[in-house]
């Protein structure tokens, strides 16, 4: 019989992940796709399950691992999916003790210890994941020592490990597009709160790394920005449209426009090779200019996201994002003018904020006008430098987390950490406010119906709805079970 060497799984989110899948979507996860053909292209046997599509329960994952009989499960988590990603791992182990479980991701990554303390957790491959998952495998199948292999923390009788960090891949034109073909590529959509047309979805990371250091935010890659060549970009852009009948491209890059000469070059290479996309990306304001923008537009660049996070410089400055309020402004205007859509993201909740500074963001933020608006709660994240915080101020007690709660998606939840003066009712009264200034107001109602071009957006306007309600009625139940 012939072994599968290795499946990798992205386990499924918490519970909210049914209102995450139904409210905005599922793209492909990339993480795992991209270690999936590295290691194919060692030649080893690769399979993916990506749980948040499938949504296996413990017995089916259990018939899965039966079925394929890997000879290793690694699996990818991010913070609100690791007590599945737990669950997932013990099914392993009951179908044989013998199968080494490796976890990677961001939460694993950032609390690689405590990830261990899980019985079933072999071994935890902290950061990028391409070379180390490689050799770590050849080590788990050859029954080598895990000594020598950097970049992982292990268990060696009950004690965990920790091996040096690995360098980052300088080059990474070299690492080999992700494994597509192993996904359920046309499951994969987003609703039309979160799409620009009606085409194919497809998803592309063109760097890795944020020089930026923002308290709130976990930067996997670290400060350390690697960039894609433009070439490198077309020509996965190139696969995506010929293989899968892609029309548009979300980048998820941190920030697309980091290196503005290499952003207008891929603007250049998409005109150049009359590539029809339609895309957006994150962007930063500072990088805002009108040379920059016109060139974004007509290579088809429809929508800038740009994380605005405050309205009280402030706040800016203790969240230590770099921006001024100015600069927002400019940027939004300028991104107006070049007919791009504008998407600002806010977080309010942060250590320093007060009444004050929250009527100043919606201020700020009803000034702006953009087309979209989100604002979070801010969570201090496994990762950031708030969670240091957090964890120093006795805010979280590592012992006792509920990690399923580590999601910020209705602003009628309170948060799991609340590191601000004021009182989660506080915080969730200004949110609820905030949402309804900014999204059932006449003129965001109008432009919201003008957008609408056909029947399936309104089937997924209403199913969001519904599983907003729904999500309000659970929240309403577990409130009155106490
Ligand atoms: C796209 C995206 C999403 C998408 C899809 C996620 C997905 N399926 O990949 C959606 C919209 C669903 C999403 C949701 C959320 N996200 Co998100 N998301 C991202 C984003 C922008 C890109 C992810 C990506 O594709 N990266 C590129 C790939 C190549 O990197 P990677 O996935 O990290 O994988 C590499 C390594 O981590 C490692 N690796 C990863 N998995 C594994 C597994 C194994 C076994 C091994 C060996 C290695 C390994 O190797 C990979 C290749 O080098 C990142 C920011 C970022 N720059 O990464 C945030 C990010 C991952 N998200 C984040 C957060 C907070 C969330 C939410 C909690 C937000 C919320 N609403 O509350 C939810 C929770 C979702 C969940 N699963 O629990 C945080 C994670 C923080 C944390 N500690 O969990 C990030 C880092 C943003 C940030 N800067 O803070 N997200
Ligand atoms: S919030 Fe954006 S700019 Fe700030 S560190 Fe994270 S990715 Fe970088």
Same mark, same amino acid.
């Given at each position: ?12 989110q918490a519970r909210t992940s049914k209102l995450i899948a139904l409210t905005t ?6 993480? *795992? ?22 949504? /296996? ?15 290793? #499960?690694?699996?990818?988590? +991010? ?19 013998? *199968?080494?479980?490796? /976890? ?11 990830? +261990? ?17 490689? !050799? ?66 497809? #998803? ?46 979300? /980048? ?22 009359? +590539? ?14 009108? !040379?920059?923008?016109?060139? +974004? ?5 429809? !929508? ?103 999601m910020?998606l209705m602003s009628t939840d ?49 199913r969001g709805f519904m599983a907003v309600l729904s999500h309000q009625i659970w929240q309403f139940k577990s409130k009155?079970?106490?």
């Amino acid at each position: 019989m012939s072994y599968l060497d290795i499946i990798l799984v992205n386990a499924h989110q918490a519970r909210t992940s049914k209102l995450i899948a139904l409210t905005t979507g599922m793209t492909a996860p990339l993480g *795992i796709t991209y270690i999936a053909s590295y290691l194919r292209k060692h030649g080893f046997n690769v399979k993916i399950l990506d749980n948040d599509i499938e949504q /296996f329960d413990g017995n089916q994952f259990k018939h899965y691992i039966n079925s394929n009989k890997p000879r290793c #499960v690694a699996i990818s988590s +991010l913070t609100n999916s690791i007590n599945n990603a737990f669950l997932l791992a013990a099914v392993v182990k009951t179908v044989d003790p013998d *199968i080494p479980v490796v /976890f990677g991701g961001a939460h694993a990554t950032s609390l690689p210890e405590q990830s +261990l303390l899980d019985q079933a957790v072999d071994v935890v491959v902290r950061g990028e994941g391409e070379e180390t998952m490689l !050799e770590l495998l050849d080590a788990l199948i050859h029954h080598r020592p895990l000594t020598q292999i950097v970049g992982i923390t292990y268990k060696d009788h009950g004690q965990a490990c920790k091996n040096p960090d690995r360098e980052y891949i300088k080059d990474i034109d070299r690492i080999p597009f992700p494994a597509y073909d192993l996904l359920p590529m046309n499951r994969y959509y987003l609703n039309s709160t979160r799409r620009l047309t009606n085409r194919k979805i497809g #998803v592309i990371l063109t760097g890795r790394g944020c020089p930026y250091r923002c308290t709130f935010c976990s930067r996997l890659f670290k400060t350390n920005v690697r960039l894609r060549s433009p070439e490198n970009v077309i020509k996965e852009i190139k696969f995506l449209i010929k293989e899968y009948g892609v029309g548009e491209i979300h /980048f998820l890059d941190d920030t697309f426009t980091f290196d503005k000469d290499r952003a207008i070059a891929i603007c250049r290479l998409i005109r150049r090779n009359n +590539l029809d996309i339609i895309w957006n990306c994150n962007s930063r304001v500072e990088h805002a200019s009108d !040379e920059l923008y016109s060139e +974004l537009y007509s290579a088809g660049c429809r !929508e800038l996201f740009y994380g605005a996070e405050s309205g009280s410089q402030h706040i800016l400055d203790s969240l230590k994002k770099g921006i001024s309020l100015a600069q927002t402004e400019k940027a939004v205007q300028l991104c107006k003018k070049h007919k791009m859509l504008v998407y600002c993201s806010f977080v309010y909740g942060s250590p320093e904020e007060t009444k004050e500074t929250l009527a100043e963001t919606l201020a700020f933020a009803r000034k702006l006008n953009p087309d979209f608006v989100v604002f979070c709660m801010l969570i201090p994240f496994p990762g950031t430098a708030l969670f240091q915080e957090a964890v120093k101020r006795g805010f979280i007690d590592l012992r006792n987390v509920e990690w399923d709660q580590y999601m910020n998606l209705m602003s009628t939840d309170p948060p799991p950490v609340n590191m601000s003066v004021l009182s989660n009712e506080e915080l969730i009264a200004w949110s609820k406010k905030a949402f309804r200034e900014l999204y059932f107001n006449p003129r965001y109602v109008i432009k919201s119906i003008k957008r609408i071009s056909s029947f399936t957006q309104v089937y997924e306007l209403a199913r969001g709805f519904m599983a907003v309600l729904s999500h309000q009625i659970w929240q309403f139940k577990s409130k009155v079970k106490g």
